[in-house]
């Protein structure tokens, strides 16, 4: 009876432990399935014509994406422009003033902001910028991105100040330097590594948006030079032509998709680099 | 107070707290501009809203009701299909695979959250739907009948490659949550069971799982407000029809699905009025989740330090 208990336990043991490992492999399965279609379907569209040219009309085969390589790579430097300094000053109130009224203010909106899904910034946005601007533009898109990255970036970078011990700032204090000189000339300067990292993986994060673009950015066929005028971008464009039968414009899409995942790759390589030299 | 005496430090203060007040103002804004764009005109109003399934911008009859259900559904079968999977997963990855293996797999599964969602939707749409529509559902149907759930011709997309594909982008959000959690199980927990005679997956069982159920729970809730407010995957495979239908094979619309394919379309109040009703929706389901795991999150910390300070394990 003990030995059969026994037996019965080891049994379920072996079981279980299978089960895990089937688990582990159904859960690395989906990436290389979608990193194969990629490459499968996105490699033979990319040609030059991909990245000099515009769509040609629906039907016809050839044309590229360069208007919306170029959107993602403009829309996505303002964003990373006009959200980087204001994550900070964040993270930095709200890890070096916690107990002040307005520090608690900011880390309430932060975290309301990370909550809430990225179409709902969208909305807003829509509802806020373009109905009031009288119509879709670079800068509504700018606005609904940075929305998302500032949470983000402002959240890591909070985490990033909280770990520098307290000796260091204390040693500064003690050489007779304001507080703000310590936060300013000691702290910033010392996990300025750690800030670029965390500012490289928000960029990674918002260049594959789409949903918040949909409605502020929306979408062209032009190449996007104004700020007040709307955009083309990498996802919106992959979604559209997604939705498209024609057989030119799903390939458009996949190697659009292609380059995508390509940034954010790349992306995750520069922050191993910069993460073991800074 | 004399402006001329304030000193550097707090002038410094002064500068990043304007920042800070400046977007708390933007998001009160946010916040209002969602609830005064959708007030509900009377009581009769705000039930028809959530008891009627009937959305028809041209007649301006607008119910929710197809939107919510297709909203609940596909996140909560979403759910309970890549907990599971995700458990078996980090539990494999921390307590069982040696250490370059589990880097590699964790590796493998974190890749997947750093792919677009649109991307993901993509591969939804032509790799996952024609299997579905080939094989899976008319699997289905001989099994369980063309009625009730199962009602419907197989169309591919719908309220299932919806949930599948939610299922798949859960799946890393899940695991990386599931992965901190047991690795802040203190090791004592699992040796006591060992040191008891219990077998590895009754160790892994006792004493990973069972001292981090209320995380584990936490993270469920986390992963639902992720699939609740999911949007461009979803948008892609759900077939975007607004009719209500109780089956899995039908074609459905979820919240965030319907803001996305009609809000640039929108052009009377009536519409936009309806469609923010949709967002307020959304924002006070996703708020919701966020607080309801927050509260747990708490609850999991006291829990962990009253443990320590018990155990004395280190």
């Known amino acids: ?278 | 107070m004399n402006w001329l005496r304030v000193t550097r430090d707090q002038r410094f203060f002064y500068f990043i707290s304007v920042c800070g007040v400046a977007f708390f103002c933007v998001v009160c804004l946010m916040g209002y501009r969602i609830i005064s764009a959708s007030h509900f005109h009377s009581s009769s109003d705000f039930i028809h809203f959530f008891t009627s399934s009937n959305w028809d911008p041209v007649k301006k009859n607008f119910g929710a009701l197809s939107f919510l259900y297709a909203t609940l559904t596909t996140s909560l079968f979403s759910l309970l299909l890549a907990f599971p999977v995700a458990l078996g997963a980090s539990l494999f990855i921390t307590e069982i695979a040696p250490r370059k293996l589990a880097s590699a797999l964790s590796l493998c599964v974190e890749l997947l959250s750093t792919v677009p969602s649109v991307i993901i939707g993509l591969w939804g749409l032509s790799v996952v739907v024609p299997v579905l529509r080939l094989t899976v559902q008319p699997f289905l149907q001989d099994v369980f009948g063309q009625s009730g759930f199962f009602a419907g011709p197989p169309y591919g997309v719908g309220l299932l490659a919806a949930t599948l594909i939610l299922a798949v982008m859960l799946l890393p959000t899940l695991t990386a949550l599931m992965r901190e959690l047991f690795k802040a199980v203190p090791r004592a927990s699992v040796e006591a069971v060992l040191a008891l005679g219990g077998t590895r997956s009754e160790a892994i069982w006792i004493g990973v799982v069972g001292a981090s159920k209320r995380g584990l729970i936490t993270a469920a809730f986390l992963g639902l407000a992720r699939a609740i407010g999911e949007t461009m995957a979803v948008t892609l495979v759900i077939g975007n029809r607004n009719d209500f239908d109780l089956s899995v094979m039908a074609l459905s619309q979820t919240l965030s699905s319907l803001m996305a394919s009609e809000i640039a379309e929108s052009v009377d109040t009536a519409h936009v009025e309806a469609l923010s009703r949709v967002a307020l929706v959304l924002f006070l389901l996703s708020l919701t989740m966020r607080e309801l795991s927050k509260r747990l999150i708490k609850l999991t910390q006291v829990q962990g330090f009253s443990f320590k300070s018990g155990g004395h394990a280190k």
């Open chain 1, 1 to 278: 009876m003990m030995l059969n208990t026994f037996r019965v336990r080891k049994t379920k043991n072996i079981v279980a432990i299978t089960l895990m490992g089937v688990t582990a492999t159904l859960a690395c399965i989906p990436i290389f399935l979608i990193l194969f279609k990629c490459l499968e379907l996105g490699l033979p569209a990319m040609t030059l014509q991909f990245f000099t040219e515009l769509p040609k009309p629906a039907g016809e085969s050839g044309g590229g994406l360069a208007h919306s390589i170029l959107g993602t790579l403009t829309i996505v430097t303002l964003t990373t422009i006009a959200s980087v300094p204001v994550a900070v000053i964040l993270g930095l109130l709200t890890s070096e003033f916690p107990k002040r009224k307005t520090a608690r203010l900011a880390s309430l909106s932060l975290d309301v902001l990370s909550a809430i899904p990225s179409i709902l910034i969208g909305v807003f946005i829509y509802e806020f910028a373009v109905v009031a601007m009288g119509g879709f533009s670079m800068l509504a898109g700018v606005a609904a991105l940075a929305l998302i990255f500032i949470p983000i970036m402002a959240k890591s970078s909070h985490e990033i100040f909280s770990l520098v011990p307290r000796e260091i700032r204390e040693s500064g204090m003690a050489l007779g330097l304001s507080r703000s000189r310590v936060l300013v000339s000691i702290l910033l300067i010392g996990v300025r590594g750690g800030l670029l990292r965390s500012a490289l993986l928000c960029i990674a994060r918002v260049s594959g948006e789409s949903a918040p673009l949909l409605f502020t950015a929306l979408n062209a066929n032009y190449f996007g030079t104004s700020l007040f005028r709307p955009v083309s971008t990498l996802p919106v464009q992959i979604y559209t032509f997604a939705q498209t039968p024609f057989p030119a414009w799903q390939e458009a899409a996949w190697a659009g998709a292609l380059v995508l995942i390509g940034i954010s790759l790349s992306i995750q390589v520069m922050v191993r680099v910069v993460g073991s030299k800074v």
